[in-house]
């Protein structure tokens, strides 16, 4: 597999996530808690993650070393915990701003794990997606003032549980296929939800009130795609680069506020998007130049 595509599925993991804080705040428009949504998605995850496990059964799965998923899949549960109760006090794209900073949280963590130091030119596209993520979330201008304490807690939590779910993802799994992965992983989220979420949606109905919609578009874009890919692609670039590659997350995050909760937009903001961009294409350019000079 050409290395190129590695990052690009980071990419598109990411942008999925991107995704989850808009769907979360349509549930809540139709009725339902954030609550219900978070533990909706990866019970749907979770069933869908088997039902692939089952369609693949002819082949071999290995669930040798399953034990060192259970991080990722506790990381993964309490993300989707912490996350879900940051949008209850805020706006959906201050809630991804918050969740965002996982850029340079994941690259503290990858950094004192390697017992290194930052790269010049990763310290150079953090500074460039902090940048674009205050223009790119509209808060230059806006009043902030009156959102609770909560908000504030809950989102900076979501983004060190993020940046602790995509440090976990860093080792392959030596022999186990990705199809398993994902079950394994989904497993033990699932098991952390149920446990501080919402699990009498099995038998209170709002299953059959609609809320299996949200469940099904929450957990294939909040789990089976972005873990899946996850899985495949960190062990291949890196957490510190994976965590600047995710910063498409918020790009996403605010057009989908945009265009489905007619969240307000801003030239600033389509400035800010750009901005990202180009800090997130900024490591693997440089990566590229130096492997054209090796050669």
Known sequence: MKRWIYPVMVVIASACYGILSTNIKLAMKAGFTASEAVTAQYMTGFLLAVLLLAATWGKHHSFKGWAALIPAGVFTGMT??????????????????????????GMLIDCIAARRLPKKVELFSLALLFIGTILAAGVIGTDISGI???????????????????????????GMDTVTRLAITSLFAVLVVSLFQSPEILWNGKIQEGLWTYGLLLGTLGIIVPVSLFSIAIPQVGSALASILSATELPVAVTASVLLLNEPFRFSQLAGIFVILGGMMLPTWADQRRNRRAL
């Open 148 to 174: 609770p304490w909560q908000g504030w807690a809950w989102g900076l939590a979501a983004a060190l549980s993020f940046s602790l779910f995509v440090f976990s993802n860093r080792k392959a799994v030596p």
């Open 80 to 105: 989707g915990i912490v996350y879900g109760r940051s949008l209850i006090y805020l706006p959906a794209s201050l809630a991804v701003v918050l969740l965002f900073q996982f850029t340079w949280i």
